[in-house]
């Protein structure tokens, strides 16, 4: 049973869209469900990570994509690991990116690769770019567990937004130009929609107390009715 992690961005402010901090594994860890959305951005360390049940490997300059309420597990740690991460408000990112530039194909596959390949392994030009983009993270952000949070600035919200809408594209990029795979090769759509119904009757589990539909699942997971109803049976 995954251990259910808080859907908030940022102990310290709650109203905050986005956080920023250091963390370090030094032993495997349970399995826990993500309300909010994050990138982890391994920067030290080797080990294998989990992500709704398929394994990736962890080594220097792998970025992770989690997307909302899916499952991670840190399975084997076989050195200690070090890395940031980025944790933001899933749902404000996807609305603004639809009101900017509408609900296109662009905007559509960009959310979908990030639920469904959630490991980037980055090479030494592309990790120095995610490095840059990290230092401005930490500078208008702050790092959440020692509390150092840099003087309110003007527009921070905005500009927080387009800083993660830009490591998002990078990703994609990034993925799409290295072709990453995981330690069970490329998922194939059989495997994507079963993780894609595993996260959504995780949900629904944890929402067992409210009266669920179709249509409220459609948009917690910004897909159809019918897409939802789909990777359910499957």
């Keep these: 049973m995954a251990a259910w992690q808080s859907g908030i961005t940022s102990a310290a402010d709650q109203g905050k869209i986005c956080s920023f901090d250091y963390e370090v594994i030094e032993e495997k860890t349970k399995a826990l469900m993500h309300q909010a959305a994050r990138f982890l951005y391994f920067k030290q360390g080797k080990g294998i990570l989990s992500v709704d049940g398929v394994q990736y490997k962890i080594v220097p300059n792998t970025l992770i994509a989690i997307t909302p309420y899916e499952i991670t597990d840190m399975i084997q740690v076989v050195e200690t690991m070090q890395f940031i ?12 990116m639809k009101a900017t530039f509408g609900p296109g194909t662009d905007i559509a596959e960009l959310l979908r690769l990030l639920s469904s390949q959630p490991a980037v392994y980055l090479d030494e030009e592309q990790a120095l770019q995610v490095d840059r983009l990290m230092e401005d993270f930490r500078n208008e952000l702050g790092v959440e567990s020692t509390l150092a949070f840099p003087p309110r600035r003007e527009l921070t919200s905005l500009y927080t937004v387009n800083k993660i809408m830009e490591l998002m594209i990078l990703y994609a990029r990034f993925f799409t130009a290295n072709n990453s795979i995981s330690l ?20 629904m589990y944890a929402h067992s107390d409210e009266t669920l539909s179709l249509e409220k699942l459609s948009k917690v997971f910004f897909i159809s009715e019918s897409s939802a109803a789909k990777y359910i049976n499957e």
């Design 85 to 96: 991460k980025i944790i933001y408000d899933y749902a404000c990112i996807n609305s603004t």
């Design 184 to 203: 069970e090769m490329e998922k194939d759509s059989d495997a994507v929609s079963k993780a894609q119904g595993l996260s959504i009757l995780s949900y």
